[in-house]
């Protein structure tokens, strides 16, 4: 199933599906078949395993291989140095998935209780006359009777 509670279609490719083969992903990241095999025991490119211990590539092992290979020419970075950088990117994504889980449960949260407050304020009864505090002031009454009430 994906994301959504669809069943996926095993046929279905993505990104993440291993389908090449050394030679073909060799040639499409643009290094030599060797190269691959060193970096997969390095752990910077970890491509999955067929029935036969065969490597399999997949579009994103690939984009990775060409990742790899411009740290290291372009930038100059060794390669314990890529490896680093590999797993503080993954640490970062999976920092970041787990951020908009978080953010998801605080939301049901905050919507659940707005609904229990709401349901408070229905519950109330419509009878009563809320109580309001009256200023109280200083000012003096005096009270005196009527000259007509006096006789």
């Keep these: 199933m994906d994301g959504t509670g669809r069943r996926r279609n095993p046929y279905e490719l993505t990104d993440e599906s291993p389908v090449y083969v050394i030679s073909v992903a060799a040639q499409l ?3 030599h ?3 691959l095999r060193q970096y997969d025991r390095l752990g910077l490119v970890s491509p999955d395993r067929a029935a036969g211990r065969g ?3 997949s579009a ?3 984009e990775q291989l060409r ?3 411009q740290l290291s020419q372009d930038e100059g970075i060794n390669l314990a140095g890529i490896k680093r950088i590999i797993e503080l990117e993954n640490q970062v994504a999976a920092l970041k998935a787990r951020v908009a889980e978080l953010q998801g449960l605080v939301e049901g949260a905050a919507a659940a209780r707005q609904q229990a407050e709401a349901a408070v304020h ?3 009864r419509r009878d009563l006359v ?3 505090d009256v200023q109280q002031t200083s000012a003096l009454v005096v009270w005196r009777p009527r000259r007509d009430q006096q006789q």
């Design 60 to 62: 994103r092992d690939i």
């Design 29 to 31: 990241s643009g290094l």
């Design 122 to 124: 229905a519950s109330y």
């Design 67 to 69: 990742q790899v290979q």
């Design 130 to 132: 809320p109580y309001q």
């Design 55 to 57: 490597r399999r590539y």
């Design 33 to 35: 078949p060797q190269t």
